[in-house]
């Protein structure tokens, strides 16, 4: 690139005029730019990228809430008709790989608190693990964390479970400035248990809840299997 010293814009037009006529008819085209209009330009891809990734990023909620709305409502309707016909469709989905078993019951579940989310889905994770979370809580709460700024997409599963205890009634326990640990995750590997398997259990979680220096939370899932509240059995 060759550089000009003030005072010689008569140089850079001559330039100019040159390289314009060289190009007659061809296809080429001369386009000029000054510096900052380069760099505004620069600015607006990164601000139109921005907007982008973000409408689709928040799109995955409410993609997620529509996906459960549907399934609920599919359950409702075709239970009304016969209860086979949800047997058939949820048997399909899951044959078929759509959606597994053990999704759909989560699914499930935040469709039959599809009210309260729709207002906040711009706010909520696009994960439908971290929305069955928040099923716990009420639509006047979801909307005010929501406000508050507590509530966004960025939320890990550790921030949700924090997310809920401030939510207790009472709000958060006082605790030691310590770190919270995991120890163990407990799975259910088959579609449900048996009543000796929940006895088991109940009292394995009646054993745990008495030990010192451990705290013992419960899913939504977990108390739902127990027939336990879970507001309750978090002490």
């Known amino acids: 690139m060759q550089a000009f010293a003030p005072g010689r814009e008569g140089d850079i037009s001559r330039l100019l005029v040159s390289i314009g006529d060289s190009m007659a008819g061809s296809e080429l085209t001369l386009e ?12 607006s ?3 139109r990228w921005k907007l982008k990734i973000a409408a689709s990023w928040k799109a995955a909620a409410e993609g997620i809430l529509r996906v459960s709305k549907d399934l609920h409502e599919a359950r409702a309707a075709l239970n009304a008709q016969d209860r086979q016909h ?3 469709l949820s048997r399909q989905l899951h044959d078929e790989r759509i959606i597994s078993a053990a999704i ?3 699914l499930l579940v935040i469709g039959g608190k599809y009210q309260n ?3 906040v889905a711009a706010c909520l994770p696009p994960r439908y693990n971290a929305i069955y979370q928040l099923t716990d ?3 006047a709460q979801l909307q005010s964390l929501a406000k508050s700024g507590r509530l966004t997409p960025m939320l890990d599963d550790r921030q949700i479970g924090r997310l809920l205890e401030d939510e207790e009634p009472g709000g958060a326990p006082e605790r030691e400035d310590l770190p919270s640990i995991a120890l163990f995750r407990l ?4 579609p449900e248990l048996d009543d000796s398997g929940k006895a088991e259990l109940t009292r394995i979680a009646a054993r745990l809840r008495k030990l010192t220096g451990l705290k013992l939370y419960l899913t939504a899932e977990g108390a739902r299997v ?7 059995i978090e002490t």
């Open 104 to 106: 759909q019951k989560k």
């Open 137 to 139: 809580l009420n639509r």
């Open 86 to 88: 949800w047997t058939e």
């Open 226 to 232: 127990l027939g336990e509240d879970r507001v309750s």
């Open 45 to 47: 891809d990164v601000t």
């Open 117 to 119: 989310f729709r207002d």
């Open 187 to 190: 799975v259910r590997t088959s």
């Open 32 to 43: 000029l730019f000054a510096p900052g209009e380069i760099e505004a330009e620069a600015r």
